[in-house]
């Protein structure tokens, strides 16, 4: 069965750049849509940055100018490159993908294990 691993998080400065990865266990035959949530303590989780297949992309406002939402394809990787953190951007990152694994099957959707992002001095 696919699993979503996620990687990249850590503890960083104000105005400080990390890149997360989000990649599929398995070959799969193509990410739908790759969604990226955020959840901080003591607030609801919110959306933070998607990806469609064609390459569409949309933004928390919050967020816009700053974090990149990309993929890769050949690696069934998906990225959240994240630039001038900000001390608001601390919280746990997590990836959801709707995923096709195969041409004949439909969609199924899968969560990452969450990886934990610090913005602090």
Same mark, same amino acid.
Request: glycine share 10%; aromatic share 10%; net charge positive.
């Given at each position: 069965? !696919?699993? /979503?691993?996620?990687?990249?998080?850590? /503890? #960083?400065?104000?105005?400080?750049? /990390?890149?997360?990865? =989000?990649?599929?266990?398995?070959?799969?035959? %193509?990410?739908?849509? $790759?969604?990226?949530? %955020?959840?901080?303590?003591?607030?609801?989780?919110?959306?933070?940055?998607?990806? $469609?297949?064609?390459?569409?992309?949309?933004?928390? +406002?919050?967020?816009?100018? %700053?974090?990149? #939402?990309?993929? +890769?394809?050949?690696?069934?990787?998906? &990225? /959240?490159? $994240?630039?001038?953190?900000?001390?608001? +951007?601390?919280? !746990? &990152? &997590? =990836?959801?993908?709707?995923? #096709?694994? +195969?041409?004949?099957?439909?969609?199924?959707?899968?969560?990452?294990?969450?990886?934990? !992002?610090?913005?602090?001095?």
């Amino acid at each position: 069965q !696919v699993r /979503l691993v996620e990687s990249g998080g850590g /503890l #960083v400065q104000p105005g400080g750049s /990390l890149r997360l990865s =989000c990649a599929a266990t398995e070959k799969i035959f %193509r990410i739908n849509v $790759m969604t990226w949530y %955020r959840q901080a303590p003591g607030k609801q989780r919110e959306l933070v940055a998607a990806i $469609m297949s064609g390459g569409a992309t949309n933004y928390a +406002d919050s967020v816009k100018g %700053r974090f990149t #939402v990309s993929t +890769d394809n050949a690696k069934n990787t998906a &990225y /959240l490159q $994240m630039n001038s953190l900000k001390p608001e +951007d601390t919280a !746990v &990152y &997590y =990836c959801n993908a709707d995923i #096709v694994e +195969d041409k004949f099957t439909l969609p199924n959707n899968y969560w990452g294990q969450g990886t934990q !992002v610090t913005v602090s001095s």
